[in-house]
């Protein structure tokens, strides 16, 4: 398994910027995918956004295409999400999680390693 800290969580207003890192250990990080998740209150984990291991590939939910954008350091073994143009419906915490291959998937049974979460607050 990988062990998954996650930051960069805290409080915006509508339209401002944060960017999401987090850090992973235990696991050869290029080789799997990662992604995001976030879960706001009383409802049900929503998948957010992927990255492939091995090569390039990203992977988007149609509610932050165009505004988030994925990406990873693997000589860092760091994965972020710039998030833009945030909207109050965005308000949620953010897991990163490790898959269990290198193929994109925004199935949650397909990650087998999750971080405890950072909080994202977008006022309005």
Request: net charge positive.
């Amino acid at each position: 398994q990988v062990q998954l800290v996650e930051s960069g969580g805290g409080l915006v207003q509508t339209g401002g910027s944060l960017r999401l890192s987090c850090a992973a250990s235990g696991r050869t990080f290029g080789m799997y995918a990662m992604a995001w998740f976030r879960q706001a209150p009383g409802k049900a984990r929503e998948f957010v956004a992927a990255i492939r291991g091995r090569i390039d590939g990203t992977y988007y939910a149609d509610s932050v295409k165009g505004r988030f954008t994925i990406s990873r350091d693997n000589a860092k073994n760091t994965m972020y999400l710039q998030m833009n143009s945030l909207k109050p419906e965005d308000t949620a915490v953010y897991h990163c999680a490790a898959g269990r291959g290198a193929a994109v998937t925004t199935r949650p049974e397909d990650y087998d390693s999750w971080g405890q979460g950072t909080q994202v607050t977008v006022s309005s």
